[in-house]
């Protein structure tokens, strides 16, 4: 286990779950301190990405009806390849299998065959036992988490593999909440479940995790964002070409000159990405070991149009922290055709626009005697020949295909005529942007790159010099002593800077050298002392935790003092 | 659908989750509106039962392996009654069948055989089609929702029914956090799963919710609560004996009151429905349609030694929102008993003690060769004796029990004798009182509580007469015009509010009449409206949502007083 790790369990970050039971790889809880620093995560995400942008969020529930995921894909494809000893009986990540024993990099994109055909060439062991895996066969496997909804054989239910889905088979009401004006975004927090085959790494590859995802619905014709808002971002960028010129460097460009050099092609995505490296800053991401990686054209999801994954970086290895993808209109297309409502907006013109429209108005009384029970399949066909090329009727007969047959109708019989009318608007499918974000793995990755040790009065530290706005804690508030009226006054005070709106601990326990030592372990910015002299004067000792310095404070101003540190506004040492 | 029911889905609070493919009962998805009135909700909660009381909140996985659920007891009892009719196929719960058309009032607690023979009995029919149920088996139906964890058979695992065992199996963990010292409580907001057989009621009986729940633990031998910070409160009971004499009569009493007059048995339990109650009237719960009702002796769990249920009325029907029960040690001894952990806390004296303890020393040499392979389980059965009856070592022999045969043993053998020992201490189960609650059946209720119709300027208004502090949003804020500088200056004004922390919405289509209707129908307590006199002298009309009074206010304060109201600082009319 690293420090981190034995850290994150001893102070209450994260720890495996039900360990008392033996616990089960890729499920874990957070301790009073983790849940605390991943709300306040969670809350600037939501203060970034739906209070700031004007967006919704919203709650769908995990349990989610199969006919969404038949619509979304997941049901079919969204699987890992598996592979299992037959000597031990573990189970294995094919892709995984090859990746980490041979120079293949990208086995993940291969067909299950030849993955097979790898494995036997390389003649790949078992990570377990070390046993041949040659042979065995590699399957897919399905990640979703399947149940069954409502007694007797019910009916199958999944555990939502991301919470994308709840925006989009709800558009059809979102829309009218956006009071059917594009550009919208509808957002949400909340968990999601892979089952995974072999989870490792803690919360970076998780059964059941958090996520926070954005889904920007835009007009494809329609005005882009704002960039005069991201102007001053310069984004460290990882392009494709880059990745597979084996290079390992970075392009740093502002959202305007990526776009204007091609690096990135949708004006969305660069604005997103812009706001994500701001957000990833804020709740303490390292940004010398944070970067933007472009998915490689064989990574691409078939319908995604480009796509970038934030990276950060811990222990060596780069951690996929959200991923900003313009989906296209794949997803309400999707839906559209699988479910029974309506996933387009009504797009008014600025002005009214007369149009040609060509139309059919088949005569039914040649139709019926001539084409019998297909008769009202030959009309549509015509319909729908009109609609695409109205040149077809300008002889005298016209053909469709009806069930594979050709047809053949005397134009004079289908009643085709071009007509002008006045159109508002049309329907148009939304394009979707998606900046998607994985809670768990900013935690993480927030606690790694703000874990450090020091050395204090010649003796070693561990502090975590988090953010004061996402911190568990925003101050640690100490007596001296728990006599003479030190604990009361302290007391009184921790409860008055909670009124103040601040996350406050109050601890007696222990000299104070501990008590900071406590306090710089679970990433408190500040801690207060309540001495002899606080009873005379009013005074207080306020220290920084990342340097230790100490200031001498009125306890009136407390409150003050500590909001402004907390939310930028004011510097330690300016004290 | 209730106008209620109208109103939340069509200003975003509620609707059925997946209606675009058919939706399935017991699954909503929170709107825009929704999902920040329970987010507001939930904070509110947090500051109740968390912040204020100085206890943990820890966030645990929803999948839970089954040994978990072998010990809490679920598996084998979490159960309702099933019947499907014959003829549709329709599932029903069978003793709701019977509640509903009969005078019987508490089948749930009867046998299944019973409940068979009373649908026979008085020849009960499917509620779905009329067909007669006599003759179909009733059947116990497990609630949880089962899943698979890992690739092949995997290992079975189940969502919770509730988030209480998180706090249960991980208490071992928890007590380190809290430095052994008793009480103290950890908490949990997220989402449970019941399976239920036929779901009703939209949020009241759904599928998924989210609970609150608090378990606190306690020293059944330590101090109790401090009465004197909720002597103020006065109770709404409603006992088992005033129900089982079918009154409608409640007590009104404080929790002192209550506790000397034994009407409520433990003075945690009393100390949390005082709290409780505070919670529902500060979130919006009507409190002339408000009650605690005891458990009657039927209803309370086996392992409760009392349990009170937070009741609000909607419609007539009382609905379920909290339930407080005194748990015993019941769940730490399961869990010590099943898990491979410490459930107790070490419980230390005020000064050491010194006690007498009986011990015995076999003679292995003896029991060996006389007893075989026994000879260790009668050693055992020795050691046990000694603990629980030193008097039966008094005379010559000592017999003890073995695999159900007496045994006999010279007590010269069994190297019996006292001794004096120093306990610094001795290890305790702690007991659990529990406050736990349904967020979804809290939101339904404040809402059914406060929507509300009046008559504005001879129109019909709708209004959710919510408490500022939980509405969705705090400010509406609205230009008169979108043209001379209104919009921009109204833009600029909302963005300061959202600066200094408030929950706002900028509107600018439609007149400003129908703008305050939006805002009243979801409950916004306040409007602002900028108008060409603001350009000129720095004022706004502010507007109150309940009397629709508006006054007059310096934009440059309307930051701090608009917080002060919606903190309850200051009223409206004192304006």
């Given at each position: 286990?690293?420090?981190?790790?034995?850290?994150?369990?001893?102070?209450?970050?994260?720890?495996?779950?039900?360990?008392?039971?033996?616990?089960?790889?890729?499920?874990?809880?957070?301790?009073?301190?983790?849940?605390?620093?991943?709300?306040?995560?969670?809350?600037?995400?939501?203060?970034?990405?739906?209070?700031?942008?004007?967006?919704?969020?919203?709650?769908?529930?995990?349990?989610?009806?199969?006919?969404?995921?038949?619509?979304?894909?997941?049901?079919?494809?969204?699987?890992?390849?598996?592979?299992?000893?037959?000597?031990?009986?573990?189970?294995?990540?094919?892709?995984?299998?090859?990746?980490?024993?041979?120079?293949?990099?990208?086995?993940?994109?291969?067909?299950?065959?030849?993955?097979?055909?790898?494995?036997?060439?390389?003649?790949?062991a078992c990570p377990s036992c070390?046993?041949?895996?040659?042979?065995?066969?590699?399957?897919?496997?399905?990640?979703?988490?399947?149940?069954?909804?409502?007694?007797?054989?019910?009916?199958?239910?999944?555990?939502?593999?991301?919470?994308?889905?709840?925006?989009?088979?709800?558009?059809?009401?979102?829309?009218?909440?956006?009071?059917?004006?594009?550009?919208?975004?509808?957002?949400?927090?909340?968990?999601?479940?892979?089952?995974?085959?072999?989870?490792?790494?803690?919360?970076?590859?998780?059964?059941?995790?958090?996520?926070?995802?954005?889904?920007?619905?835009?007009?494809?014709?329609?005005?882009?964002?704002?960039?005069?808002?991201?102007?001053?971002v310069e984004l460290p960028l990882?392009?494709?070409?880059?990745?597979?010129?084996?290079?390992?460097?970075?392009?740093?460009?502002?959202?305007?000159?990526?776009?204007?050099?091609?690096?990135?092609?949708?004006?969305?995505?660069?604005?997103?990405?812009?706001?994500?490296?701001?957000?990833?800053?804020?709740?303490?991401?390292?940004?010398?070991?944070?970067?933007?990686?472009?998915?490689?054209?064989?990574?691409?999801?078939?319908?995604?149009?480009?796509?970038?994954?934030?990276?950060?970086?811990?222990?060596?290895?780069?951690?996929?922290?959200?991923?900003?993808?313009?989906?296209?209109?794949?997803?309400?297309?999707?839906?559209?055709?699988?479910?029974?409502?309506?996933?387009?907006?009504?797009?008014?013109?600025?002005?009214?626009?007369?149009?040609?429209?060509?139309?059919?108005?088949?005569?039914?009384?040649?139709?019926?005697?001539?084409?019998?029970?297909?008769?009202?399949?030959?009309?549509?066909?015509?319909?729908?020949?009109?609609?695409?090329?109205?040149?077809?009727?300008?002889?005298?007969?016209?053909?469709?295909?009806?069930?594979?047959?050709?047809?053949?109708?005397?134009?004079?019989?289908?009643?085709?005529?071009?007509e002008e009318v006045t159109e508002?608007?049309?329907?148009?499918?939304?394009?979707?942007?998606?900046?998607?974000?994985?809670?768990?793995?900013?935690?993480?990755?927030?606690?790694?790159?703000?874990?450090?040790?020091?050395?204090?009065?010649?003796?070693?530290?561990?502090?975590?010099?988090?953010?004061?706005?996402?911190?568990?804690?925003?101050?640690?508030?100490?007596?001296?002593?728990?006599?003479?009226?030190?604990?009361?006054?302290?007391?009184?005070?921790?409860?008055?800077?909670?009124?103040?709106?601040?996350?406050?601990?109050?601890?007696?326990?222990?000299?104070?050298?501990?008590?900071?030592?406590?306090?710089?372990?679970?990433?408190?910015?500040?801690?207060?002392?309540?001495?002899?002299?606080?009873?005379?004067?009013?005074?207080?000792?306020?220290?920084?935790?990342?340097?230790?310095?100490?200031?001498?404070?009125?306890?009136?101003?407390?409150?003050?003092?500590?909001?402004?540190?907390?939310?930028?506004?004011?510097?330690?040492?300016?004290?």
């Open positions: 286990m690293s420090e981190l790790d034995e850290l994150a369990r001893r102070r209450g970050f994260f720890f495996q779950a039900n360990e008392a039971y033996g616990g089960v790889s890729g499920f874990y809880t957070y301790g009073p301190e983790g849940a605390a620093l991943k709300r306040n995560v969670e809350e600037t995400w939501r203060d970034r990405f739906v209070t700031r942008e004007g967006n919704m969020e919203i709650d769908a529930p995990t349990v989610t009806p199969e006919p969404v995921f038949e619509a979304s894909g997941h049901l079919d494809g969204f699987d890992d390849m598996l592979v299992e000893c037959a000597e031990c009986g573990d189970s294995h990540r094919a892709d995984h299998v090859v990746e980490d024993t041979t120079d293949i990099e990208d086995a993940e994109t291969y067909p299950t065959g030849k993955v097979e055909d790898i494995i036997a060439e390389h003649d790949l070390g046993a041949p895996l040659a042979g065995q066969s590699v399957d897919e496997f399905n990640l979703m988490f399947e149940t069954s909804i409502g007694p007797g054989s019910g009916q199958p239910g999944y555990l939502r593999p991301e919470t994308a889905q709840g925006m989009f088979t709800e558009f059809p009401r979102l829309k009218e909440y956006a009071r059917n004006q594009l550009p919208f975004g509808a957002a949400q927090i909340g968990a999601g479940y892979r089952n995974e085959i072999s989870p490792r790494n803690a919360l970076v590859r998780a059964r059941e995790f958090t996520m926070a995802e954005l889904e920007y619905f835009v007009d494809p014709e329609g005005e882009g964002p704002d960039l005069s808002r991201v102007e001053d990882y392009p494709a070409g880059a990745q597979e010129a084996d290079g390992e460097e970075y392009l740093h460009l502002t959202p305007r000159e990526a776009l204007d050099e091609g690096v990135v092609g949708d004006e969305w995505v660069a604005y997103f990405l812009a706001r994500s490296k701001a957000w990833f800053e804020r709740v303490g991401v390292d940004m010398e070991r944070f970067r933007f990686r472009q998915h490689l054209p064989g990574e691409l999801a078939h319908y995604a149009s480009d796509c970038w994954d934030a990276e950060g970086e811990v222990d060596g290895d780069w951690i996929e922290l959200e991923g900003v993808a313009s989906r296209t209109d794949y997803d309400l297309s999707k839906h559209s055709e699988h479910a029974d409502d309506t996933f387009t907006v009504f797009k008014q013109y600025d002005e009214p626009k007369t149009v040609e429209r060509a139309t059919v108005d088949p005569d039914m009384s040649y139709l019926g005697p001539e084409f019998g029970g297909d008769a009202g399949a030959v009309a549509d066909a015509l319909e729908a020949l009109a609609a695409r090329d109205r040149s077809a009727f300008d002889g005298d007969e016209v053909t469709v295909e009806v069930d594979g047959d050709e047809v053949t109708v005397p134009t004079e019989k289908t009643g085709f005529s071009v508002s608007g049309r329907h148009i499918v939304p394009h979707v942007v998606e900046p998607a974000f994985g809670v768990g793995r900013a935690v993480y990755t927030v606690l790694a790159h703000n874990y450090d040790t020091d050395e204090v009065e010649g003796e070693t530290r561990d502090v975590l010099r988090l953010p004061a706005e996402v911190s568990p804690t925003t101050v640690g508030v100490f007596p001296l002593m728990d006599k003479d009226g030190l604990g009361d006054t302290a007391r009184d005070l921790a409860a008055d800077l909670r009124e103040a709106g601040l996350s406050v601990t109050y601890d007696d326990s222990g000299n104070i050298g501990r008590r900071y030592r406590r306090q710089d372990e679970v990433g408190t910015p500040y801690c207060v002392t309540v001495d002899y002299e606080s009873l005379e004067d009013g005074t207080v000792t306020l220290r920084d935790r990342d340097t230790t310095d100490q200031v001498r404070v009125d306890a009136d101003d407390l409150g003050d003092v500590l909001r402004s540190l907390r939310d930028g506004d004011r510097e330690f040492a300016e004290l």
